[in-house]
């Protein structure tokens, strides 16, 4: 009878990296992997929270998540959210949820001071075709993992026009793409680059992970290992 298996996750590798001046000068755009926290700058902020505001824009609705310092209770996600010393906008264990366009926005005298400060926010994301119950040696099984970009910008937008690479690896850093265990597929459609392979029981404590590049620099990963405990 074939070892049971099981997935879990071993660990993330998180740059939370930014690119500054992608689709214009005036947006910043922060990559992170779900489950991470993250930092949201407002750049070139006025001292003093109480000058400092923040909204989030997602399918053409915008939310106040913070006003003047003080921070909104209605939505969800507001415990999780909190307001640096430097204004910047913190966010805990990021979902995927949470992508979108961020905007700080600052006051004197009551009054509107500059241009807001936007941050589209992207979230990488990585699951499994089954429950770990389900993983066994000698099964097939699929890893998805797909960038969750901001509603208005498509996969075509970040991935072709931008430099941005979703590739699979193994522990030596290898692509995956090269080694013919692995059927590796994207979906420019989705943003999605999937992973299959049949489990082998030599796969016990084997590291697989998803990287997101940007011109060959790692902006992002998420690192799986399979474990393959003894009968």
């Not at 099981?6 to 947006?27: F, K, P, W």
């Not at 070139?44 to 400092?52: N, Q, V």
């Not at 030596?172 to 392979?197: K, M």
Request: aromatic share 6%; glycine share 6%.
């Amino acid at each position: 009878m074939a070892d049971k298996c099981h997935m879990c996750l071993l660990g993330r590798i998180i740059l939370c990296a930014l690119l500054t001046g992608i689709s214009g000068s005036e947006v910043t755009r922060v990559f992170c992997s779900s489950g991470e926290d993250v930092r949201l700058s407002c750049n070139k902020a006025l001292p003093g929270w109480t000058s400092t505001s923040w909204l989030y824009n997602r399918r053409q609705e915008t939310v106040e998540l913070i006003d003047r310092g003080i921070q909104k209770n209605n939505t969800e996600r507001h415990e999780r959210l909190s307001l640096g010393s430097d204004c910047s906008l913190n966010i805990k264990k990021v979902t995927k949820e949470d992508r979108g366009l961020y905007s700080c926005r600052q006051y004197v005298n009551e009054q509107q001071h500059g241009a807001d400060a936007r941050v589209y926010l992207h979230v990488l994301h990585v699951s499994s075709s089954s429950s770990k119950s389900e993983i066994r040696s000698g099964r097939s099984l699929t890893l998805f993992c797909q960038l969750y970009n901001d509603d208005r910008v498509s996969c075509d937008t970040s991935v072709h026009s931008e430099g941005l690479d979703l590739i699979w690896v193994n522990q030596a850093g290898v692509n995956l793409q090269t080694d013919s265990r692995f059927q590796i597929s994207f979906s420019s459609e989705q943003c999605l680059i999937s992973l299959t392979t049949t489990l082998l029981n030599e796969d016990h404590n084997r590291e697989w992970r998803c990287q997101l590049k940007h011109r060959d620099q790692l902006k992002t990963s998420v690192t799986y290992t399979v474990k393959c405990p003894s009968k």
